[in-house]
């Protein structure tokens, strides 16, 4: 154990399992100090937990939980690769939200990502980000996230 692992045990949140990828990529890449995860949608024990656009039949509140979602999975990317505990720092997220025409509240949804960091790895949570409106997403997701982050 160590001081990342610590923390989400004391959070109460538990890393789920690597989420299988659905085409021809790895849910994470190491060069350098460096770890950049694919795009993760809202899986949850191997199922999409949600599917439509942001703004009509996907309500904020539920858009920011499956961002946070994402963001674990994320996680469980990186840890697979290099462990929880090397991450120096979160580098960046970027996220893409499926949007319904006129939604605009792209930032706001991809905060589910950025204060579920910001609570397991403090100020080594801080990070750049983009937050982007899209027409689709794989499988119908409403949200997707992907990390970049130093490691040890």
Known sequence: MGRWTDRLTGLGIELPRVVTPVASY?????????????????????????????????????????????????LAAVDSLVGLDSIER???????????????????????????LGEVFGDAGQHARSAVGVAELPLGAPVEVELIVEVA
């Open 26 to 74: 790895v849910p994470a890449v190491r060069t350098g100090s460096h770890v950049y995860t694919a795009g993760q949608v809202p899986m949850v024990e191997g199922q999409l937990a949600g599917a439509g656009k942001v703004g009509s039949g996907v309500s904020l509140p539920d858009a920011q939980r499956h961002a946070r979602t994402c963001a674990l999975n994320a």
């Open 90 to 116: 979160v580098v960046k997220v970027v996220g893409f939200v499926a949007s319904a025409e006129g939604f605009t509240e792209q930032p706001a949804v991809v905060n589910g990502a950025s204060e579920l």
